[in-house]
């Protein structure tokens, strides 16, 4: 099978009937199947032998890398998306990369930088549920040339408590199977809407860098976060700033100059949103 | 005596009097005050003495001039010293290519 997601083109093989069917549930209406050269060749295969019978295996292996240990067979859909995340972050180099979720609004880019634990994904895919454009969970992928980023929409995994809450939040969001015990405890992943797909091909300039951070006991509140030490967040974020060299900091610095930076403390999901929502009104 | 080194270079950005360095050579980014960068200004054209750059500061800032002591601007030329941004004018700096 060879599509495309984002920018990239995926040829993947497998041997799991069990995954076929949670790709299916998040890829199968809005699936672009590709011609184009191939950029990440991956296979996902249950492990030889005995093990095909007693406690089975699955290994992701992509050309001539296995980037990680095998594991349990009902873990593949997981291991999938780790394993493109893995093929993503070391090879497409063309990209500056933040670690952020980014999001897009009436044509401006929201870029959420976080640190796991601060509430990203939940914010993230509750945003997303109340009518922001997902471009991307986990990698906001910037072109140094355009200073435009690229969507690359994907189902977006919740761990362990954010799981409930996005279920009783968004009830009519499609989520995936729970997977119990992963290496990042409990994980669900939860289908971007349909224009996060149908808009695949549409950059977004960013125009707002926030830094969120759940506190169930804060006040939530945007507060404006100085330039300088937004930049030196957002580049200290940036999976592959060091390779980048003087055109990562032209292009975070560029980021930087034409967004307004906040931080935003948050206790619940409305009143982020609430926040955010007010910033997309704000004529430019 | 001290001289910027590959002044010509480094790419600078500026938000709220702080200064945001790149440096090619060592791949590193810095973060500068305004007292560190008009220091890096005046060594860029040619090697000077502490007290010469004490002279300069002073009378582009007359009313400061009594806080610009040469301890504090030679504290501020060692710490770009150490960023690989200055060098001692007779300094070889083969030092700062492994650092890349």
């Known amino acids: ?284 | 005596m001290w001289q910027a080194l590959n002044f010509e270079q480094i790419s600078c950005r500026s938000w709220n009097d702080e200064f945001f360095i790149y440096n090619p050579v060592t791949g590193n980014t810095h973060v500068l005050n305004e007292l560190s960068w008009l220091i890096l200004q005046h060594l860029k054209s040619e090697p000077k003495t502490v007290p010469n750059i004490q002279t300069l500061l002073a009378a582009e800032f007359p009313d400061s001039a009594e806080e610009l002591s040469a301890d504090m601007l030679l504290q501020h030329i060692q710490q770009m010293h150490i960023m690989g941004l200055v060098k001692q004018a007779s300094e070889n700096t083969d030092w700062l290519q492994a650092t890349q």
């Open chain 1, 1 to 284: 099978m060879k599509y495309r997601i984002g920018p990239f083109t995926i040829s993947l093989q497998h041997d799991v009937a069990s995954f076929q069917e949670t790709f299916d549930l998040f890829y199968a209406d809005h699936l672009q199947l590709s011609t184009e050269p191939t950029d990440f060749h991956v296979r996902l295969r249950l492990s030889n032998s005995l093990r095909r019978w007693i406690r089975p295996k699955v290994n992701f292996t992509t050309d001539s890398d296995a980037p990680f240990h095998p594991f349990p067979a009902d873990q593949a859909y997981p291991l999938y998306e780790w394993g493109i995340n893995w093929c993503i972050a070391t090879q497409a180099q063309q990209h500056l990369m933040f670690h952020a979720a980014v999001l897009e609004k009436n044509g401006h880019a929201i870029i959420l930088p976080a640190p796991p634990g601060s509430g990203k994904s939940t914010l993230c895919v509750a945003l997303n549920q109340s009518g922001w454009r997902l471009l991307s969970d986990e990698f906001g992928l910037l072109r140094p040339e355009t200073g435009e980023i690229h969507a690359l929409p994907r189902p977006v995994p919740l761990k362990n408590a954010s799981i409930d809450v996005i279920r009783r939040w968004a009830p009519n969001a499609i989520m995936g199977p729970i997977y119990y015990g992963t290496r990042k405890g409990d994980l669900c992943h939860v289908k971007p809407t349909d224009i996060s797909f149908t808009q695949t091909h549409q950059t977004a300039t960013p125009r707002w860098v926030v830094f969120p951070q759940y506190d169930p006991n804060c006040k939530t509140a945007l507060h404006t976060f100085a330039k300088g030490r937004a930049f030196l967040k957002l580049s200290g974020n940036a999976f592959n700033y060091p390779l980048q060299g003087e055109r990562g900091f032209n292009a975070v610095a560029d980021t930087i100059e034409q967004s307004d930076c906040y931080y935003l403390p948050f206790r619940e999901l409305d009143e982020a949103i609430q926040c955010l929502d007010g910033l997309s009104k704000t004529q430019y």
